[in-house]
């Protein structure tokens, strides 16, 4: 079978449990029901790609987990992201029957960890299932390069403004993601379906009318 490395961000304080019990299944920060999220516990690809700002806090500790591919699954963080902000009226009104159907659409998008694509999802998170045993753990003092987390996302951005271009029917531009957003949201094409943020950008979240597809972009200064 074959045999992954992945990462996970712990607070110091957390180390003993973990060296016992392993990292387990749930989320502590998105407090609410996600099937798949329940049943699993949540990953990196690569210690760059945490968006929660972790890396950054001298308060937790780098780890890489040891796992099986086939347990993995690549899902889109954003959505729940998104989710959660409907679910609790964060920034905006409660809205339950949205935050609903943005679990589902982060249900259904996931994909088998060998068959991720650059780029899929802003935010790819690592969703394995059954937890981490404590034996396929280990502290790392020196992270991997940067900038997989970073190439990641421009590629995201990308393949989302190449979208679109083609849903506006513009044959030459220049538009950045926000402005061709806002240039869908304007000509009612897309609706704004969320106001969240991470550690990396203030982020919105649209859901294109024509298809049902989700995307989330990063909001500039």
Same mark, same amino acid.
């Given at each position: 079978?074959?045999?992954?490395?992945?990462?996970?961000?712990?607070?110091?304080?957390?180390?003993?449990?973990?060296?016992?019990?392993?990292?387990?299944?749930?989320?502590?920060?998105?407090?609410?029901?996600?099937?798949?999220?329940?049943?699993?516990?949540?990953?990196?690809?690569?210690?760059?790609?945490?968006?929660?700002?972790?890396?950054?806090?001298?308060?937790?500790?780098?780890?890489?987990?040891?796992?099986?591919?086939?347990?993995?699954?690549?899902?889109?963080?954003? +959505?729940?992201? =998104? &989710?959660?902000?409907?679910?609790?009226?964060?920034?905006?009104? !409660?809205?339950? %029957?949205?935050? /609903?159907? #943005?679990?589902?659409?982060?249900?259904?998008?996931?994909?088998?960890?060998?068959?991720?694509?650059?780029?899929?999802?802003?935010?790819?998170?690592?969703?394995?299932?059954?937890?981490?045993?404590?034996?396929?753990?280990?502290?790392?003092?020196?992270?991997?390069?940067?900038?997989?987390?970073?190439?990641?996302?421009?590629?995201?951005?990308?393949?989302?403004?190449?979208?679109?271009?083609?849903?506006?029917?513009?044959?030459?531009?220049?538009?950045?993601?926000?402005? +061709?957003?806002? =240039? &869908?949201?304007?000509?009612?094409?897309?609706?704004?379906?969320? !106001?969240?943020? %991470?550690?990396? /950008?203030? #982020?919105?979240?649209?859901?294109?009318?024509?298809?049902?597809?989700?995307?989330?972009?990063?909001?500039?200064?």
């Amino acid at each position: 079978m074959s045999t992954i490395d992945l990462y996970h961000y712990a607070r110091s304080e957390d180390l003993d449990s973990i060296s016992d019990e392993g990292i387990q299944v749930g989320s502590k920060y998105f407090m609410f029901d996600v099937p798949s999220r329940n049943t699993s516990a949540y990953l990196w690809r690569f210690p760059d790609e945490d968006v929660m700002g972790y890396d950054e806090n001298p308060r937790y500790i780098l780890l890489r987990a040891r796992v099986e591919a086939a347990k993995v699954k690549i899902a889109p963080m954003d +959505l729940i992201s =998104a &989710a959660y902000a409907n679910h609790i009226g964060r920034g905006q009104s !409660k809205n339950p %029957d949205v935050a /609903a159907r #943005l679990i589902a659409a982060y249900e259904k998008a996931q994909v088998p960890y060998l068959e991720y694509e650059h780029g899929k999802f802003r935010t790819p998170e690592a969703l394995v299932e059954g937890g981490v045993d404590a034996d396929d753990i280990a502290v790392i003092k020196i992270p991997e390069a940067k900038g997989k987390g970073e190439g990641n996302r421009r590629a995201y951005a990308s393949k989302f403004a190449e979208h679109m271009i083609r849903l506006l029917g513009i044959q030459k531009t220049q538009m950045k993601l926000n402005e +061709l957003s806002e =240039a &869908a949201l304007n000509r009612g094409a897309v609706v704004r379906v969320a !106001k969240h943020d %991470d550690a990396i /950008a203030y #982020l919105e979240t649209y859901m294109i009318l024509e298809t049902g597809e989700f995307y989330t972009i990063e909001k500039e200064d």
